[in-house]
């Protein structure tokens, strides 16, 4: 066998479809191209129309197959939504990767159940209707991914997690349940955790070259986190090579959570 046909067997996604929710920025829009790069058909997910045409026109410049649907996560119609228009490009998803998300940081005696309510539907409940959509299909048909983009908030306070830790956390245990629910069908359901990422999620703190050079400074590697730095953890997590790891936090965070 040659090389390229063993990467292929482990990594190649060719044939299989995709939802990326998020993949028009950030995190979300460097696995989207990871994906699409290796094979599958992608549908990227967001409100914004301009960053999505941006994003899939990149992609189908690169030679790959990307559609996007514009749709708001915040509202359970908005999700089914989403769901419907997205299963209706490539057909059912085989693998759904939960990227979107809103980091809202008021301190916490003053955070309001407008801010609670709008993190917990775009974080949480999002990523559980689309699971609840999504999922009992992949298990019929014996094959699936689901990997939610988490926080290192989901195990410990940093910068007013606020609601957005208590999203995250909740997101690792819906990612547990879900693995329990289908892996023996071939469903494996595991989390990304960034630590602290330039992406336009953070462009507060991120605009602060002090701040910056400190969490920098926190991690192992003594860089901060690029959005392409979840490419390969990603392109891994959605296709054959990873058929046994379900369940898990995958922390792509440079050292950071563990210095
Ligand atoms: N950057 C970090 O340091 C960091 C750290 C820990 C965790 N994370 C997590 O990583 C994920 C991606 O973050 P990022 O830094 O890449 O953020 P980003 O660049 O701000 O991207 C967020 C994406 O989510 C979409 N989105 C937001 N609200 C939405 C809604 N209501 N409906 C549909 N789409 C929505 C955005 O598009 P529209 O605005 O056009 O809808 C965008 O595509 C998030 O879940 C975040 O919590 C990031």
Redesign the pocket.
Known sequence: MTSGAYLSGLFALDGRVAVV?????????AVAGALARVGARVVV????EE??VETVEELRGAGCEAAWVS????SRG?VRAVAEAAAGVFGEPDILVN?????LRPPLGELGEDVWDATMA??LE?PFLLGQRFGPGMAERGYGRIIH?????AHRAFVSSGA?GVS?GALESLARSQAEAWSRHGVTCNTLV????M????ARLSSDPGRVAALAARTMVGRN?L?EDFAGAAVFLAGPASAYVTGQSVFVDGGFSVH
């Open positions: 929710t998020g993949g028009s920025s950030g995190i979300g829009r997910v967001a409100r914004g960053r999505l749709g708001d996560l915040g908005g990227c979107a998300g809103i980091n775009v974080n999002a983009v988490t926080s290192q908030q957005h995250k960034p630590g602290f990422v992406t336009p999620l953070n986190g959005a």
